[in-house]
């Protein structure tokens, strides 16, 4: 399919590369020209010179036969923008913006506008390698509320169904991480030694998970 970049930077440049080496067609738009020396030599790609919001250079790119518009420049605001007149203009369905002011991402994902939070992805990323084991979440939603954390668990607690585990924590489990593999459980799948838990829920509420996930199963579970 056809692929649309805004911002040819060192994110924008490697998403063209992927994208070119996995058999798509892609376009990617900047600014500054000097900033197309990121590409490698042989780039089959269009590179086209303009800001990524103008409705004529997002037409050189090809945008009205694109399946996804990727904007990530290194400006929030036009990121934004680019996003929107990609969607609400050319009516593409796949967009997705970088920003680097989390606090803005509520507001642009109820434009619907999906949206990757740099600053605070990067933290978490950070903090998941200096900190203790399921002491960060693996993923959070842009408004901060929802995250997907990996939960340790009471041995008291294998043999038992995900759905106990799901009741007891109040909490969904998303997946778990079996011998290196992802499972989605089932209403029959049971906790076996070694399995990883994945639990995705609101954050507020994580402290509680932990402590009732940490602790054997009450006479209730069983």
């Not at 990067?122 to 002491?135: F, K, M, N, S, Y």
């Not at 499972?183 to 995705?200: C, F, N, R, S, W």
């Amino acid at each position: 399919m056809h692929i649309v970049i805004m911002g040819c930077g060192r994110v924008g440049s490697t998403l063209a590369h992927i994208l070119e080496d996995n058999g798509h067609s892609v376009a990617i738009i900047d600014r500054d020209p000097q900033a197309f020396r990121r590409l490698r030599a042989g780039f089959r790609g269009r590179r086209v010179t303009g800001m990524g919001f103008d409705r004529d250079v997002l037409g050189e790119a090809g945008i009205e036969s694109a399946a996804a518009f990727v904007a990530v420049s290194s400006g929030d605001n036009s990121n934004i923008i680019s996003a929107r007149v990609a969607r609400e203009m050319f009516g593409v369905e796949n967009v997705v913006a970088r920003i680097y002011d989390s606090r803005r991402a509520e507001v642009y994902q109820r434009l619907g506008i999906p949206t990757v939070a740099t600053v605070r992805w990067t933290a978490d990323q950070i903090l998941r390698r200096v900190l203790p084991e399921g002491a960060e979440p693996l993923w959070r939603d842009p408004t901060g509320t929802v995250i997907l954390a990996e939960v340790p668990f009471h041995p008291g607690w294998i043999g038992f169904r995900s759905m106990a585990v799901e009741s007891a924590a109040g909490a969904r489990v998303a997946f778990v991480n079996r011998m290196g593999e992802a499972l989605v459980p089932k209403d029959d799948t049971v906790v076996q030694e070694g399995d990883i838990l994945h639990l995705i829920a609101a954050e507020n509420d994580m402290e509680r998970i932990n402590k009732v996930l940490s602790s054997a199963p009450s006479d209730e579970e069983h």
